[in-house]
């Protein structure tokens, strides 16, 4: 069965530094893979999707960008953090089965930037 | 653009009492509608979803939702809720030409015993 893993699941960081949320699937290949926002009240906000290795679309500008260096591999990041990066951060893998597809979501990072 | 919208922020219900949650998405064409729950402290996870077909969906849990093409609504249900049931709960969409999933904003269901 597949399983989607998020590291780490909450982390403290200071304005100004650096980031790199890490999200990794296991039991299948080639899947579509979506970085996602949540913030209260205002659901979920699609950051970024990658539909292959290398392949990532932005869905919002914004301080963050992401990378996918292996196929089940995605990973977020950012330079210089800003307090409004705060937020939970929720990873998803899909795989397309014509015009079907259903995403599942990992257990997601809480950041908090102080 | 598309767009989802859940009336329904805050719900508070008893035991046993029924359950509705309003969903209604805007796009033309066909979708495929989703529900997703989050229990406090657990990850986000599918409830149900409809592709095609019986428009009535059951999923997990006891629960069903209605997809009505015309009033674009797809409106989550269940005849008796449980005090473990209190959860937000998010309706999701996307279209047949993308693979954007578009969510409402939640809605926090509180069930008390």
């Known amino acids: 069965s597949q399983t989607i893993h998020q590291w780490p699941a909450t982390l403290v960081q200071p304005v100004g530094s650096p980031l790199s949320l890490e999200c990794t699937v296991e039991?299948?290949?080639?899947?579509?893979l979506y970085w996602y926002r949540q913030a209260a009240g205002r659901g979920l906000q699609l950051l970024f999707y990658?539909?292959?290795?290398?392949?990532i679309s932005s869905e919002v500008p914004q301080n963050l960008s992401a990378s996918r260096p292996q196929d089940r591999q995605f990973i977020l990041s950012s330079k210089k953090l800003l307090l409004s990066d705060s937020g939970f951060y929720l990873c998803?893998?899909?795989?397309?089965?014509?015009?079907?597809?259903?995403?599942?979501f990992g257990p997601g990072t809480r950041l908090l930037v102080l | 653009a598309q767009s989802v919208s859940q009336h329904n922020h805050h719900v508070i219900l008893s035991e046993a009492a029924s359950l509705e949650l309003g969903c209604n998405y805007s796009?033309?064409?066909?979708?495929?509608l989703f529900w997703y729950v989050q229990y406090p402290g657990q990850h986000l996870q599918l409830l149900l979803k409809?592709?095609?077909?019986?428009?009535l969906v059951k999923g997990i849990k006891g629960f069903e939702a209605e997809f009505i093409k015309s009033k674009f609504s797809f409106n989550l249900r269940k005849p008796s809720v449980q005090w473990s049931d209190t959860a937000e709960y998010f309706c999701?969409?996307?279209?047949?030409?993308?693979?954007?999933?578009?969510f409402g904003t939640g809605t926090r269901l509180q069930v008390f015993p």
């Open positions: 998803a893998w899909s795989r397309t089965s014509g015009n079907q597809e259903t995403q599942y």
């Open positions: 039991g299948t290949s080639n899947p579509n």
């Open positions: 990658s539909v292959g290795i290398g392949q």
């Open positions: 796009y033309g064409g066909t979708v495929n």
């Open positions: 409809y592709f095609s077909g019986d428009p």
């Open positions: 999701a969409v996307n279209s047949y030409n993308t693979d954007k999933l578009i």
